[in-house]
């Protein structure tokens, strides 16, 4: 079993940076990791994922070239780089695992998630 937790998300003005952290307390050295967010009104949305080595990288087209995303196996814990931030990127972000070392990108595809963590990009 794997729990994950999120942290990082707050209120940033437009153009801002962000760092959004996952740590899970099992070993997920195996897993292939998600960030995935949800806005108000809308459906959950994938942003990125990341296979079990950090080789092997998949970005929405709507967050590619401004986020990045990474994992420390050895601390367990998965991160996503947030730059150049716009209001349509307010939302609660989930970091999800599964049990694969293969990226999915679709919900379905994952086994555990988090409790999501807030950003909020004001203009």
């Known amino acids: 079993q794997v729990q994950l937790v999120e942290s990082g998300g707050e209120l940033v003005q437009v153009g801002g940076s962000l760092r959004l952290s996952c740590a899970a307390s099992g070993r997920i050295s195996e897993h292939a990791l998600g960030w995935w967010r949800r806005a108000p009104g809308k459906e959950r949305e994938f942003v990125a994922a990341i296979n079990w080595s950090g080789s092997i990288r998949n970005y929405a087209d709507s967050v590619k070239g401004r986020f990045t995303i990474s994992r420390d196996n050895a601390q367990n814990t998965m991160y996503l780089q947030m730059n150049s931030l716009k209001p349509e990127d307010t939302a609660v972000y989930y970091c999800?695992?599964?049990?694969?070392?293969?990226?999915?990108?679709?919900?379905?595809?994952?086994?555990?998630w988090g409790q999501g963590t807030q950003v909020t990009v004001s203009s």
């Open positions: 999800a695992a599964r049990r694969s070392p293969v990226i999915a990108t679709v919900p379905k595809g994952y086994d555990y």
